[in-house]
């Protein structure tokens, strides 16, 4: 799941500025767990907006905002009430597509993207994947080093934990002991000594397009 935060409520005024007409656009699906772009998150922005002397001409909720398909056909009626620009309640990802779609209307982010998260119980995630596009989870024992390491070591750990927990954020338990703990339990210590390459993010070229069909 995207995780997003809402912004503070004085930077979206800020984004928005002389608009007098708003659309809204929400998403019923991360951003709606998250409680930062459902239907009581799209009341809430219209009531302060309206307050503020905004007229909000139109909401409408995508199921995905990053499915361009859906987006498409539910910016029908925020294109149609022609405002002066939208906000969307979603992820970056999901701001960009919607964008597509606004006849050259601005689109503005409700929510700061934060992380891909594991829902490890109602209303907290916990940070889980960077999308580096080099996973190493067959090596680590399914834990990821650049997440739950706090410098992203990938060939073990930096010798300062204590007691078990990181030296860069006592909290947090040391990933590399968790990832040996993880081996050990299901037999895999050998694969400690392996060597993984440092992460080499000058070998992406962004942005990325992956198609299923090939090349496009």
């Known amino acids: 799941m995207i995780i ?15 608009a007098k007409t ?33 007229k909000v001409v139109a909401t409408t909720v995508a199921d995905y905002c990053c499915m361009n398909l859906g987006v498409k056909t539910k910016m029908k009626a925020i294109n149609a009430a022609e405002p002066d620009c939208v906000i969307c309640m979603s992820c970056g990802d999901g701001v960009q597509c919607v964008a597509k779609n606004a006849n050259n209307k601005p689109v503005y ?37 650049i997440t739950q390491c706090a410098k992203s070591l990938v060939n073990g ?42 992460k080499g993010y000058g070998d992406f070229a962004y942005p990325r397009t992956i198609s299923l069909r090939g090349k496009k």
Request: charged letters at 25%.
């Open 4 to 18: 997003t935060q809402k912004k503070p409520i004085d930077e979206i005024m800020a984004m928005v500025a002389d």
């Open 22 to 54: 708003v659309g809204i656009v929400g998403c019923g699906s991360c951003a709606t767990a998250c409680q930062t772009g459902g239907e009581p998150q799209i009341a809430e922005l219209t009531a302060v907006l309206e307050q503020a002397g905004k």
């Open 109 to 145: 982010p409700s929510n700061n993207t934060m992380y891909l998260g594991e829902a490890v119980k109602f209303g907290v995630w916990e940070e889980a994947c960077r999308f580096c596009g080099e996973c190493v989870l067959g090596q680590t024992g399914a834990i990821c080093p």
């Open 157 to 198: 750990p930096c010798g300062g934990q204590k007691n078990g927990k990181c030296e860069v954020n006592p909290e947090n338990d040391c990933a590399w002991i968790k990832i040996y703990k993880r081996l050990e339990a299901t037999g895999q210590l050998e694969k400690l000594t392996q060597t993984r390459k440092d």
